[in-house]
């Protein structure tokens, strides 16, 4: 049965190698004597692997030991990466991206991060993100992690480092591997199987391999900590709108809800059934009853039960690479992958209220039968028309996200000799796709809920019906929703009515041709000058294409406008290596490293970028090395092109008289006076009532996020780094290395937040944002408020990096190997203008100044093992009010004043692993062995609750089996 199963995939394998064209993997491996390598950061092939920039490597063995199955989850455990910018937390994310996984090296965001595949760029999306979860991982030779700008040798986005992923470059036999794992709460299981097979000789080579990952799902209600929006401790607020119904008179002012004045009501539909003897009382058509909600238990609702803490996901990968040798020291290499994605997000019913959509009102019609207040209650024409607010918990919102990936290169290259100098050239072309759909449920189609909520009577049979009795409206055509009587009342035929189904398509494709010729010019008293020159021609282009009813605005969906982009680039490099001196008394070794980068580009124009590096070694147990380099980041298709959508965003309201900045400063308190609010004023949630905390909530009304800049220009930055490596003789396999790095980035691109409007406006008095809000004239609250991309300030990071790594001697209890990583941020800072003020974020959350990774591992035998723990340094977080959770009141933070200083945390990871003697390895691992739980945070990306889901959450339980064969 293994050898069909295994002859099949062989043959599956071979023809979707020759259907989708043969592609090359980058030259990082050279077959000439020499032994000379191509390494990241560098595109001089040379003997010494020794370079002036720090570069972190992983190896097969070390990723497994991880117990993670994904490169996304792997890299995010990196000391110096930070927080993704969208996780598996984040279930109410709405762009293409949600399900894929994405590395934020230094917090300076996953698209200023360049990923390549054995040197070759890998897809991106439309703005910018590339997912590593499209590439398997039992298909890795290597990681090289590059902490040092690179764009004077890659190009565009390598402002914070590069990803070189090094596959495996042959196979002589074949490699089946079966993983499994889950936590102790018996949720997210994670799977992963892989079948790879390669066979060759120097002459020609052929590999491939096949992969199935999946990713569990985790619940919100399965732990106590995750159950309620604002934690354990809180868990009556910040709760949403109930599925039972609030009801106020229509405001005919703003057409918004009239809850204060003369004649109004605001009631909620009392779910108990009690009479309460206040409002109006039980009705034959409507088994509830409805109480005065001012001084009443509110009918609220958890919505947090609903969704998803981790989303689930899955893919499949599918793997070819090949090198044939042809005549003339040439040969032809070939890679090509295909990739499929599929992840499920749920999320809570929709919020609806009568002004989801403020363009397209929806409110209980005077004439509707289920009207507390209307025309067949009051009497004809002493009705009216009702403002509602409702969470349809009957229909949770649940997205399919399918992500498709392509990858395909062809290179040719060889090898030839200039008077004893040694040469190489490549010529290349490399194409990347993206594609993917999205299928949405559960959202309100408001055409439909507009007549299920018009005139209504109940006829001759007893079945209420739209329209009136003089004018009805067939069954078939339009569905009555009580939409006040409580999820019992809801039928199955008024749900399926109003239910909104949404879809929308994505893709984006960048085909790029290469050139390249490295090698070495003439020999110096130190060793040869090795000179690499190249070009290249990129094409890049995308869409993003929601559905043509979402972007009617007419459904509860979040409406945006097609994007459409393209643009291309020019480019040429050139790189010099300078060997200065070499074994001379303390000068064991000097060299320098210069490269440029010329990049032409059809959307904004020509920018130019260079680097200077050094090594110095004055003997030879210590290397010395820096660097001083330009970087860029070109705007992305989004940035440029993107058409625009609404957005619920997360904020706090500066304006808030007991929780914003508005309650301490009284500048900021005019401001908001002048605005439009009152002396009084409270922000509210989305069930309508005041804010309980400083921890921000969801806006009750859609923003306007991310229209396209046509006037960007691209990021510059400027990245310098010192730092050593002390590789002591008289203590052998033990070194240790530190860099300090310093990244300035200038004309950032940035997608203005919602709290940042709203702060530069109030707090800061800037009139260009001002003019970007509304406020309801009777309320005070933010109606309106748009955000986009700009060309905004300066961003600067600087810190330390410590390595150490250290083989002692193997001895009668085994070989002990122990290596740390250890990242310090000693600032993390960012300002809007050449005249503002930093916003220094270190030691915030999100922003750990330390952040450590410590292994230590053994072997015996047959026996091996590994003890790690990860640590993370203490941070500042929200308070929750100025006197709850606020241990810091009068810390200056980002956020506002006052901090509440969480603790560190530190997770113990544990594996065991046994090679048999039929070629096989058993690997057995527990993470979080001591049950570590995550801090309650209120800055975290989970979208459910105020927990760090991309940290453990309790122990994790896995065991891997790989046989050779």
């Not at 290499?333 to 919020?351: D, E, I």
């Not at 005249?835 to 230590?856: H, L, M, P, Q």
């Not at 009010?881 to 200083?901: Q, R, V």
Request: glycine share 10%; charged share 15%.
């Amino acid at each position: 049965m293994m050898e069909t199963l295994l002859s099949r995939s062989v043959r599956a394998i071979c023809l979707g190698g020759m259907t989708l064209g043969m592609t090359a993997a980058v030259a990082q491996e050279a077959s000439a004597p020499l032994q000379r390598v191509e390494v990241t950061g560098s595109r001089i092939r040379q003997v010494d692997l020794e370079t002036a920039q720090p570069i972190q490597i992983m190896n097969q063995e070390q990723i497994q030991k991880t117990g993670l199955v994904t490169v996304g989850e792997i890299l995010n455990n990196l000391s110096s990466a930070g927080a993704p910018d969208f996780s598996r937390s984040g279930s109410l994310t709405s762009n293409s991206e949600i399900g894929g996984q994405y590395v934020s090296l230094r917090n300076l965001g996953s698209n200023r991060l360049l990923v390549l595949v054995d040197g070759k760029r890998w897809t991106q999306s439309v703005d910018g993100f590339t997912d590593l979860s499209t590439i398997p991982s039992s298909m890795i030779e290597r990681m090289e992690i590059l902490k040092d700008g690179a764009s004077a040798i890659y190009g565009s986005d390598a402002i914070a480092g590069v990803i070189n992923i090094i596959l495996k470059k042959n196979m002589q036999g074949g490699q089946l591997s079966i993983y499994t794992g889950q936590n102790e709460k018996n949720d997210g299981k994670n799977k992963d199987f892989s079948l790879s097979y390669g066979a060759g000789d120097e002459k020609a080579s052929l590999m491939f391999g096949l992969s199935h990952t999946e990713s569990g799902r985790v619940g919100t209600m399965t732990r106590a900590i995750s159950s309620y929006t604002n934690g354990p401790a809180h868990p009556f607020d910040g709760l949403g709108a109930g599925p039972w119904g609030r009801i106020t008179p229509v405001n005919p002012l703003s057409g918004g809800s009239l809850s204060t004045g003369p004649g109004s009501f605001n009631q909620v539909i009392n779910h108990t059934g009690s009479f309460d003897g206040q409002g109006v009382g039980t009705d034959s058509r409507n088994p509830n009853n409805y109480h005065a909600y001012n001084n009443q238990i509110e009918d609220r609702y958890n919505s947090t039960q609903d969704m998803d803490l981790l989303i689930p996901s899955k893919l499949d990968t599918l793997f070819v690479k090949g090198e044939i040798a042809l005549p003339k020291d040439m040969r032809f290499k070939t890679t090509a992958m295909y990739s499929q994605r599929s992840a499920t997000q749920t999320v809570a019913g929709y919020p609806l209220t009568s002004i989801s959509q403020p363009n397209y009102p929806v409110y209980i019609d005077a004439n509707n039968y289920y009207n507390p207040y209307g025309n067949q209650v009051a009497g004809a024409g002493l009705g009216q028309d009702l403002f509602f607010a409702r969470r349809t918990i009957e229909l949770k919102r649940v997205t399919e996200t399918e992500n498709r990936t392509l990858h395909v290169d062809a290179t040719l290259e060889g090898d030839f000799m200039v008077k004893d100098l040694a040469w190489n050239w490549s010529a290349g072309y490399n194409h990347s796709k993206v594609s993917g759909s999205q299928f949405g449920t559960g959202n309100i189609n408001l055409l439909n809920l507009k007549r299920a909520l018009g005139p209504s009577f109940m006829n001759a049979a007893g079945v209420v019906q739209c329209g009136t009795p003089d004018d009805p409206i067939g069954l078939s055509s339009c569905v009555p929703f009580n939409i006040l009587g409580g999820p019992s009342a809801s039928t199955p035929e008024a749900l399926a009515y109003v239910n909104s189904t949404g879809q929308s398509t994505y893709g984006s494709t960048v085909n790029s041709a290469t050139a390249d010729i490295a090698g070495e010019l003439f020999q110096l008293p130190a060793g040869a000058l090795g000179l690499a020159v190249g070009i290249e021609h990129r094409e890049v282009k995308g869409q993003e294409v929601p559905g043509q009813f979402e972007q009617s605005g007419y459904s509860t969906d979040l409406a945006g406008n097609a994007t459409y982009g393209r643009y291309t680039v020019r480019e040429a490099y050139a790189e010099l290596n300078i060997p200065v001196l070499k074994d001379l008394p303390f000068a064991d070794l000097l060299s320098f490293n210069v490269a440029t980068r010329h990049s032409d580009y059809s959307n904004f124009g020509v920018t130019n970028n260079s680097k200077v590096s050094f090594m110095y070694k004055p003997v030879n147990d210590l290397l010395v090395r820096g660097t001083w380099a330009e970087g860029f980041r070109a705007p992305t298709l989004g940035d440029t092109f993107g058409g625009g959508s609404q957005s619920f965003d997360t904020f706090l309201d500066p304006c808030d008289t007991q929780y914003g900045e508005a309650s301490r400063d009284p500048a900021v308190q005019a401001r908001c006076l002048a605005s439009g609010t009152s002396a009084t004023y409270r922000q509210v949630n989305q069930a309508g009532t005041p804010i309980p905390s400083a921890v921000g909530v969801q806006s009750t009304v859609a923003f306007n996020t991310g229209a396209g800049n046509a006037f960007l220009e691209p990021e510059t930055a400027k990245t310098r780094t010192v730092g050593f490596v002390y590789s002591p003789s008289f203590i052998p396999g033990f070194s240790v290395g530190l860099d300090w790095y310093n990244i300035q980035i200038e004309n950032r691109i940035t997608a203005i937040s919602a709290t940042y409007v709203a702060n530069e406006c109030f707090i800061n008095g800037s009139s260009n944002f001002c003019s970007a809000i509304r406020r309801d004239p009777v309320s005070g609250q933010i109606t309106t408020l748009s955000r986009g991309n700009a060309n905004l300030g300066n961003m600067e990071t600087e810190g330390l990096d410590l390595a150490i790594n250290y083989r002692l001697p193997r001895t009668a209890y085994g070989q002990f190997n122990l290596r740390n990583e250890t990242s310090y941020v000693d600032k993390f800072r960012t300002r809007s203008g050449a005249d503002s003020e930093w916003n220094n974020y270190a030691g915030e959350y999100f922003y750990n100044r330390v952040k450590s990774n410590t292994n230590v591992d053994w072997a015996l035998g047959n026996w091996g093992a590994t003890w790690g723990f990860r640590y993370y340094s203490p941070v500042k977080d929200n308070c929750y009010t100025s006197t709850i959770e606020c241990n810091m009141p009068d810390y200056e933070a980002t956020f506002g004043t006052g901090a509440n200083k969480l603790g560190s945390v530190t997770i113990h990871d544990v594996s065991v692993n046994y090679k048999t003697s039929w070629d096989g390895r058993i690997l057995f691992g527990i993470n979080n062995v001591f049950d570590k739980s995550p801090r309650t945070v209120y800055n975290t990306q989970a979208s459910a609750a105020s927990v760090d889901a991309d940290t453990s959450l309790d122990r994790f339980f896995y065991v891997r089996y790989t046989q050779n064969f």
